[in-house]
């Protein structure tokens, strides 16, 4: 079993930052890809980003040029960097585990966290 924690949301005005953290716990994620979706009013989750445990990272194209996710595996944790955040960014984010390839699909991925809500005023 894996463990997640979301931490870092908030209300922030357009145009800010936000980092994101999710700490993992439980099994040792060697093998495992992390993934950021987002959940907002009324919508399905959607992909945000992800990330292997060498590095390799994949966004969407929402997220590309602004959002930056990446891992440190000594500490278990899992980022997303978050720039000039808009207003349709407001939503409650969630880290999730997958032991499966690369994937931005939400099924892929086994484990999931509480969620952490993100505010963005115009």
């Known amino acids: 079993q894996v463990q997640l924690v979301e931490s870092g949301g908030g209300l922030v005005q357009a145009g800010g930052s936000l980092r994101l953290s999710c700490v993992a716990s439980g099994h040792t994620l060697t093998n495992y890809r992390m993934g950021w979706f987002r959940q907002g009013p009324g919508k399905e989750r959607e992909f945000v980003a992800a990330?292997?445990?060498?590095?390799?990272?994949l966004h969407s194209d929402s997220a590309k040029g602004r959002f930056t996710i990446s891992r440190d595996n000594a500490v278990n944790t899992v980022y997303l960097l978050m720039n000039t955040l808009k207003p349709e960014d407001t939503a409650t984010y969630y880290c999730?585990?997958?032991?499966?390839?690369?994937?931005?699909?939400?099924?892929?991925?086994?484990?999931w966290g509480q969620g952490t809500q993100i505010t963005v005023s115009p």
């Open positions: 999730a585990a997958s032991d499966r390839p690369l994937s931005d699909r939400p099924g892929n991925y086994a484990y």
């Open positions: 990330v292997t445990f060498e590095g390799i990272t």
